[in-house]
């Protein structure tokens, strides 16, 4: 497997207050890659300066290098609409735009370019059955997004964010807002979509960690502190406060 | 990629721009009142027209003296300010804390519609009820006074003071409420002790409002004054500052224009002290 | 058991507040009720339906009703673009906070102008330096400026309540800016654009001192595009000169009370909207 995202030496800070420092990780593609940790310790604003989604935030600085297939993605020639869209998010409460459930996946593709009615219903469609949720809403592709269910919300934006091809897909801790029976239905699709797509996944419960990624990196104090293959972090921990962690000592 | 960008660029000039239009209009209001309004004053000089109490701008040897506008206006905003602010304020305290939903809910209707009525049919209501009553009453010549202004006035700015003052006092939380109540306070006691005062800002804001709202009226004014540029006093015919302005533009040229100008320079000064006044207590309640 | 005293101060403020909210309800009702028993008798369909005749001696106010309706289709025409457009600066764009706050100063100053200066300025601007003579035109520009904060305020308010995840998540598909603005920001503001220009109708409708030198006093009959070209009266405008020139109480009752009608469906309107949107977004 080859290495699609590495970070070097990444540094960033709120205002005065430093949120990350010095982090380096490479990102298999491919696989499911989890990040973990305590709340409010870096792991989604690691995850926001993969696709530059900490842009919007103006008092944020960057210091370091994010690279993507070998290019540095904070360099002053990169597009940061199109890396968006090889680099997709879904976010922690689903986000469904106040539309109907088709106008909401054609947005990226309509976003880049696509005006073909035909071509759009196909990517609508492909994305939908890759998001397993074409059945629940094939009769219903009309309707408004918001009268969906949380659950089926949050597999939506998973479609919406597929549909415009992505090559990676940020997931920013995507079940902490759903049920129990929605959560195994997002991790099962999780395992189905890295057969064709790079996954990282920020969660704050260890057993989904365990139960879907290929790697886990465990975050504290904006700091990488432990990072590997996820089977071999959680039995045999090389640091101690990961150990800690992950047998509840804190967090 | 590029092509996108310089897009990007050009939107946002152009909402920059129309963002910056507010700033622009005031600059285009200040500037040409500033340079129509200075040549009058620089030719009668600042205090023969600021002090000079006649005002006789189509005579034969004309003079423009313009206190006896000024202390109209200021006399005519108080007169209403001392009638409408008392009025306002219990309404917007009985409103806001005691009247059942009905009442306030008609009551909220009520003051809407008072704030929406045009000048021009309080001005005619005005001229037509209020001032033969003002003429009866106090059995004088002409019912077309101050006295007549200052109680239209006063109608004009209840519903700025009602609805200002009653957002203030629905902003007051609960705790500071109760916390009177549970020690033995009574409702009415308690509104007037610790929710009026929580609201003081805000009710200030409100009152300096009216002060606005009252200095700037024109047409209403117009029409129950009398308009004669006398130095006021209750029951005689006066002209106020924005009257000024009003009654004489359609016909007036050379100086007597430019002195217009430099009147309503004078009431467009007033009104930003009123604002900066304004904003000063609309930013103490907001802390 | 209350002191004395204390008795005497509540019954005392008691007694204030009924007075004062039963002062200003007789006054909303009787104002209501005399200019209706004033005006509605007479309202006939040749009072709206023909201008005034020098000849036959009778007025008709059409020409009067077509130029109201003219200066607020051409005012919002003008406004709502640019109050959108400000608002959307403030809201979307400016990260400058006291370039802000300049702007939203000068917009509380804008509003708290008297109508009688931006007659003035609108003459002095409008009608003379950009010579569009005294013109129902003119008369709409000088409106645009007053009704600019209204609608930018409005707008403003409604672009608060978009859910920030509503833009996070275009911006992750790669949306720019502006395609963000238009397709997802915009639309969730409908609310706030209709509120602004139902206020504005209202402003419009009362406006009649920022009119007397802009757009004149002539009750020609015209179409759109001939009548924002040359001099018109509002509805206020010729009820002013009805009343206060010609001493025809008659007709300035019943534009008056066409006026208050006019006042009471706006503010019908403005409460209903505001319900079906609140309604609209609990959903």
């Not at chain 2, 409702?187 to 009252?214: C, D, H, M, N, Q």
């Not at chain 3, 639309?187 to 654009?193: E, F, I, L, M, Q």
């Not at chain 3, 208050?260 to 503010?267: A, D, G, S, V, W």
């Amino acid at each position: 497997m080859s290495d699609i995202m590495t970070a070097k030496d990444l540094n960033l800070w709120y205002d005065q207050t430093q949120a990350l420092k010095n982090v380096n990780i490479t990102i298999p593609e491919k696989s499911i890659t989890a990040f973990i940790g305590p709340s409010g310790y870096g792991k989604s604003t690691f995850l926001k300066t993969l696709n530059r989604m900490n842009d919007l935030i103006p008092t944020v600085k960057i210091k370091g290098e994010v690279c993507y297939n070998g290019q540095n993605i904070y360099d002053s020639s990169v597009d940061v609409n199109e890396l968006r869209r090889e680099i997709g998010m879904v976010f922690q409460k689903p986000n469904p735009f106040p539309m109907s459930i088709y106008d909401n996946i054609a947005y990226g593709p309509r976003t880049h370019g696509i005006k073909s009615k035909v071509k759009l219903d196909e990517i609508v469609e492909q994305s939908l059955r890759d998001a397993a949720i074409w059945d629940e809403v094939k009769d219903r592709l009309k309707k408004n997004a918001l009268g969906m269910s949380g659950g089926q919300q949050q597999r939506l934006c998973i479609a919406r964010a597929l549909a415009v091809k992505p090559k990676i897909l940020l997931m920013d801790e995507p079940t902490s807002a759903l049920d129990p029976i929605s959560t195994s239905r997002i991790e099962e699709l999780a395992i189905e979509l890295k057969k064709s797509y790079t996954i990282v996944i920020v969660t704050h419960n260890m057993q989904q960690a365990v139960r879907i990624s290929d790697n886990t990196a465990f975050f504290l104090l904006g700091e990488l502190i432990e990072y590997g293959e996820t089977e071999k972090l959680f039995s045999q921990p090389v640091d101690k406060r990961t150990e800690d962690y992950i047998t509840g000592r804190f967090g | 990629m590029k092509k996108n960008k310089m897009i990007e660029r050009a939107i946002h000039g152009v909402f920059l721009i129309l963002g910056l239009l507010t700033v622009g209009c005031v600059l285009l209001i200040t500037i040409y009142l500033v340079i129509s309004g200075i040549p009058a004053i620089t030719e009668i000089g600042l205090f023969d027209f600021l002090f000079g109490t006649e005002w006789a701008s189509t005579a034969a040897e004309p003079s423009y003296g313009i206190l006896p506008f000024i202390l109209t206006s200021v006399y005519g905003t108080a007169g209403a300010i001392i009638i409408g602010v008392p009025i306002g304020f219990f309404t917007a305290v009985y409103l806001s804390k005691l009247a059942n939903s009905k009442v306030k809910a008609f009551m909220e209707g009520a003051v809407s519609l008072l704030a929406g009525i045009p000048s021009v049919v309080y001005g005619l209501v005005g001229m037509l009820v209020l001032v033969p009553a003002v003429r009866e009453i106090f059995d004088i010549p002409d019912g077309a006074s101050l006295f007549s202004a200052i109680i239209v006035l006063a109608i004009m700015i209840l519903p700025s003071i009602i609805k200002v003052s009653m957002t203030a006092l629905e902003a007051v939380p609960k705790e500071y409420e109760d916390a009177s109540l549970a020690l033995g306070a009574t409702p009415v006691e308690t509104y007037f002790r610790v929710s009026v005062p929580a609201a003081k800002s805000g009710i200030a804001a409100a009152v300096v409002l009216g002060v606005g709202r009252a200095i700037g009226e024109a047409m209403a004014v117009m029409m129950v004054s009398g308009n004669v540029p006398n130095i006021p006093s209750l029951f005689q015919s006066v002209r106020f500052l924005t009257t000024a302005v009003a009654s004489e533009m359609s016909y007036s040229s050379g100086l007597q224009q430019q002195a217009l100008f430099s009147i309503a320079l004078v009431l467009f000064l007033f009104i930003m002290l009123i604002n900066a006044t304004l904003n000063f207590f609309l930013k103490k309640e907001k802390d | 058991m209350l002191s004395k005293k204390r008795k005497a101060y509540i019954g005392g403020m008691k007694a204030a507040m009924y007075i004062s909210t039963g002062l200003t309800a007789t006054l909303v009702i009787f104002l209501v009720a005399y200019v209706f028993i004033k005006g509605i008798p007479h309202i006939s369909w040749e009072l709206l339906s023909t201008k005034p005749s020098y000849i036959s001696g009778k007025i008709g106010i059409l020409p009067d009703i077509l130029n109201t309706l003219y200066i607020v289709i051409a005012t919002l025409i003008f406004v709502i673009p640019l109050g959108v457009g400000a608002a959307i600066y403030l809201t979307e764009y400016a990260k400058n906070k006291r370039l802000v706050g300049m702007i939203e100063y000068a917009a509380e100053t804008l509003s708290g102008i008297p109508s009688i200066i931006y007659g003035l300025v609108g003459m002095l601007f409008f009608c003379q330096f950009l010579s569009f003579k005294t013109s129902l035109l003119s008369g709409s520009l000088t409106l645009v400026i007053m009704n600019l904060p209204t609608v930018m305020r409005t707008t403003q308010e409604s672009l608060k309540t978009v859910p920030k995840s509503y833009r996070d998540g275009a911006f992750g598909l790669g949306a720019g800016k502006w395609r963000v603005i238009r397709t997802v920001v915009l639309p969730s503001c409908v609310d706030g654009v209709i509120t602004g220009c139902i206020l504005s109708i209202g402003r419009i409708l009362g406006e009649s001192a920022a009119l007397l030198f802009t757009a004149g006093f002539a009750h020609a009959l015209n179409g759109i595009f001939e009548g924002l070209t040359s001099p018109g009266a509002s509805l206020t405008v010729a009820l002013y000169v009805y009343a206060k020139e010609q001493g025809e109480f008659g007709v300035a009752f019943a534009i008056a009370a066409i006026l208050m009608i006019l006042t009471l469906l706006i503010n019908l309107s403005a409460t209903l909207v505001s319900r079906y949107f609140a309604k609209k977004r609990e959903l």
